[in-house]
């Protein structure tokens, strides 16, 4: 029988493999810059996908706010008991030429949330005060609006940012680790359009 544990490096497993599958894309493939969104609802856009101004890395996104909290231990909770709250919760990444970052902008977390995250996993920021980071600075207008957390990574280290998205996802959002996300990914720049809404079960 599968347990919490198994089923939790299994999902780590499968973050750090589309990180690493975007890594290669950017470099290989589109040979500039990448986002990819892991969502909790399928993308209503999947069809005929379009990027929109949202956050930092301006992405689409189909989150207009957060759920709390939840109160129920996830190893007593399985997917087909629990449901979210709306609005949905997304967590986006961009891939840079030399790094590439999580990005929750303040449409998907609340600050407390913020703060466990900050306080409990290292490397994190609110983007607006690091004005260095060039693509802060680029996008000052939206970082003000949407005040993203923010953490860099650098190729190669896709174990690690995986880490921190389950962290967020299971341990501060309260998602049961089977629960089924889209995928969305995407160049910004040019024509390419990888998956629009496919499902990660």
Same mark, same amino acid.
């Given at each position: 029988?599968t347990?919490?544990? &198994?089923?939790?490096?299994?999902?780590? *497993?499968? @973050?750090?493999?589309w990180l690493r599958?975007?890594g290669?894309?950017?470099?290989?493939?589109?040979?500039?810059?990448?986002?990819? =969104?892991?969502?909790?609802?399928?993308?209503?856009?999947?069809?005929?996908?379009?990027?929109?101004g949202?956050?930092?890395?301006?992405?689409?996104?189909?989150?207009?706010?957060?759920?709390?909290l939840? !109160?129920?231990?996830?190893?007593?909770?399985?997917?087909? *008991?629990?449901?979210?709250?709306?609005?949905?919760r997304y967590?986006?990444?961009? @891939?840079?030429?030399?790094?590439?970052?999580?990005?929750?902008?303040?449409n998907?977390?609340?600050? *407390?949330e913020? !703060?466990?995250?900050?306080?409990?996993?290292?490397?994190?920021?609110?983007?607006?005060?690091?004005?260095?980071?060039?693509?802060?600075?680029s996008?000052?207008?939206? =970082?003000v609006?949407?005040?993203?957390?923010?953490?860099?990574?650098?190729?190669?280290d !896709? &174990?690690s940012?995986?880490?921190?998205?389950a962290?967020?996802?299971?341990?501060?959002?309260?998602?049961?680790?089977?629960?089924?996300?889209y995928i969305?990914a995407?160049?910004?720049?040019?024509?390419?359009?990888?998956?629009?809404?496919?499902p990660?079960?």
């Amino acid at each position: 029988m599968t347990t919490y544990l &198994d089923e939790k490096r299994r999902r780590i *497993e499968q @973050f750090a493999h589309w990180l690493r599958l975007m890594g290669l894309r950017r470099h290989k493939v589109v040979k500039g810059d990448c986002f990819l =969104i892991f969502d909790e609802s399928a993308p209503e856009d999947s069809e005929t996908p379009c990027l929109r101004g949202s956050a930092a890395i301006r992405v689409a996104c189909p989150a207009n706010g957060a759920a709390g909290l939840g !109160e129920d231990d996830p190893f007593e909770v399985s997917s087909s *008991e629990w449901s979210p709250a709306e609005p949905f919760r997304y967590i986006q990444f961009a @891939f840079m030429r030399d790094c590439f970052y999580l990005e929750l902008p303040n449409n998907t977390v609340f600050p *407390e949330e913020t !703060e466990i995250i900050l306080q409990q996993r290292r490397g994190f920021y609110y983007a607006k005060s690091r004005r260095d980071l060039r693509w802060v600075r680029s996008n000052w207008q939206d =970082i003000v609006k949407w005040e993203p957390l923010q953490k860099v990574y650098l190729y190669r280290d !896709e &174990d690690s940012a995986a880490e921190d998205m389950a962290f967020i996802l299971f341990e501060v959002w309260k998602f049961p680790v089977d629960w089924c996300w889209y995928i969305k990914a995407s160049s910004f720049h040019t024509e390419h359009r990888f998956e629009q809404g496919k499902p990660l079960d």
